[in-house]
């Protein structure tokens, strides 16, 4: 999912750096932009999180799956 959106982030941002280059931003303009980087980066972490968490869910219900299904097949 990081690559993802990375893989998307990147080709953005050499599209925008050319017209950035072209006019001298402002400090508030640079401040602005840190904070939005800072607040993707927080996001990407909070994907990466969750997603290990989706993940370590799915591997307790396939594994909750599975031993029902022992049980199961022992009882009939």
Same mark, same amino acid.
């Given at each position: 999912? &990081? *690559? +993802?959106?990375? !893989? =998307? =982030? ?11 280059? !072209? /006019?001298?931003?402002?400090?508030? /303009? ?5 904070? =939005? +980087? ?5 996001q /990407?972490?909070? =994907?990466?999180?969750? *997603?290990? &968490?989706? #993940? #370590?869910?799915?591997?307790?219900? !396939? #594994? ?11 009882? &009939?």
């Open positions: 999912m &990081k *690559q +993802i959106l990375l !893989a =998307l =982030l990147l080709p953005a941002t050499l599209l925008i750096m050319p017209f950035g280059s !072209a /006019q001298t931003p402002d400090a508030n /303009q640079e401040q602005t932009l840190l904070a =939005l +980087i800072k607040d993707v980066q927080t /990407q972490t909070q =994907l990466a999180e969750n *997603q290990a &968490k989706i #993940e #370590e869910k799915l591997a307790e219900v !396939a #594994e909750t799956i599975r031993t029902a299904r022992i049980y199961t097949k022992r009882e &009939k």
